[in-house]
């Protein structure tokens, strides 16, 4: 990772946080009765002082190929997040994954109560939607709902909420999952929130459907990478560096890939997608502009490191 | 309650039961990976099979003041009834009010398990939204941008959710809550979304500002008497006519308004707002063209008897 890339992460990881702090201010907006004292402070743990903000980042970097200003893509980024720490939130409560620690700090449940966790997932989930529906999203109603939709789809059913749910039947299986039932399901829970952060930024940028289609393959991509990246940091991790309890997929037997293929292959795996998500890039022809989201590529797979 | 209401209420139910059945049909839609079975079954245990459908039933009645055709109003309406079956969802299980029976059925995390629910929940009201920014629900992006707005906001921390915080938060502390102080958590908890039902379906029949005023009102004011009547049926209501456990609010020495009231005078209440909800759909000034409304309205009171 060098030195420029950390110190843009960082700016951006910075701006993020400015702008999720502005939408879950005390104040209620029109159209809102009030923000409850105790609900909105357990959204704020969960949405606020952490985090690599890595999804916003696609979303601001990829719009960015197109020269939308970061300040434009910031109110959508900051809904995918919300996504993104709801889907924390709920995968952390005690019928779920049951986790006290989360970037170091007491999960949601833990801080709070489980009523108020699962009322704060939903309040961030919801409020996502209220966000891109917004005219202060985007001037276009038609993008701002292509935003909703894609979003929608990445999140739900089909994508990752489906995904955890495979992901806990398979926990509770005596049948362990085989090699392409965990790469689908692994696409479907990691895989479709940050190829939707890459699109999202696709279609602030109004990128071609070529363009799409080559950006679509790199959030796949370097999805399918995090996950391996993730579960390599499981495997040999400590507390410490994850900032959330270590070792818990071997302890729970749970299928990954490295599991199934070790931790060199993994690692081998995990290179290599990279590389095909490199090259999906540089197929968009724009020269050094996409050097800054080939960076991110190589961060999300030295996560391991 | 007239004969011909009756039908219709029922007719429209069995029309919203079809819609509802072909969202969640097995087959998954492009931006799908694929629909677990499990998750999928939840989710149709959650939204198919009961209830009288009144949210979709006011947003196709509003609506149809405008001359919106049923079928055109139906897959908003469908989204709207996806958002309270989420929160029933949500609201049963055991972190929150506890509940193993619903409808005369095992609750979802009864019949399936807790995670599975909590997935369940976060699937439906993720789907609403989909459906909603879905070209399909209405040609115009920039209307289905205010449905999906709207229902954000009346589902979110700073309506429905917010509302149940405030409820649970109620329950477990010393201190009772005020008369204002319930109006407004239940305006927030039941309120918004029953309100929403009817602005829902004066954004789709494009109302002009004075009819959404007064219509949004009507709204507000079915929702408050709804809630009294449902909280009269739980005081005086047995699990058969209720389809679900009675007495639950005095067992948690729960502040309502006839807690505070006394039956009597919640009845009267709940009148009064029925007769200026009427009064409000009269100043409308459609003639006849309202009275399937008013018999709504008369028909929310009427569940306490």
């Known amino acids: ?14 701006q993020v946080e400015d702008a999720l702090e502005g939408l879950l201010s005390p104040t209620a907006r029109p159209g809102e009765t009030r923000r409850p004292a105790r609900l909105l402070a357990a959204m704020r743990h969960a949405a606020l002082g952490g985090g690599k903000r890595l999804r916003p980042f696609l979303t601001i970097e ?30 952390d409560l005690p019928a779920m994954d049951d986790d006290d620690l989360r970037r170091g700090r007491p999960t949601v449940h833990k801080a709070y109560d489980e009523a108020t966790a699962i009322l704060a997932g939903d309040s961030l989930l919801t409020y996502a939607f ?17 935003l909703v939709r894609h979003l929608a789809l990445a999140a739900g059913l089909g994508g990752m909420a489906g995904g955890q749910s495979l992901d806990l039947e398979a926990e509770r299986s005596e049948k362990p999952l085989g090699f392409d039932e965990i790469l689908e399901m692994q696409a479907m829970k990691t895989g479709a929130l940050l190829q939707n952060a890459v699109e999202a930024g696709a279609l602030l940028g109004q990128a071609s459907v070529a363009q799409t289609r080559r950006l679509s393959r790199f959030g796949a991509l370097i999805g399918a990478a995090f996950q ?54 540089q197929g968009l022809e724009l020269g050094s502009r996409t050097d800054v989201l080939i960076e991110a590529a190589r961060f999300v797979a030295g996560r391991r490191s």
Chains 1, 2 share one sequence.
């Open 130 to 146: 209220d966000i891109l529906s917004d005219p202060a999203t985007h001037d276009d109603p038609a993008l701002r709902c292509q």
């Open 228 to 281: 391996i990246a993730d579960d390599l940091l499981d495997a040999k991790g400590d507390a410490a560096t994850l900032g959330k309890r270590a070792g818990k997929d071997a302890a729970r037997n749970k299928a990954t890939l490295v599991s199934m293929l070790g931790v060199d292959a993994a690692e081998q795996r995990c290179d290599s997608l990279i590389d095909e998500a490199v090259g999906a890039l």
């Open 1 to 14: 990772m060098s030195i420029s890339f950390e110190l843009k992460l960082n700016e951006v990881a910075a």
């Open 62 to 91: 990829t719009a960015a190929l197109f020269d939308v200003a970061p300040e434009t893509a910031m109110r959508a980024a900051c809904a995918l997040e919300m996504i993104h720490c709801y889907s924390l939130v709920h995968d």
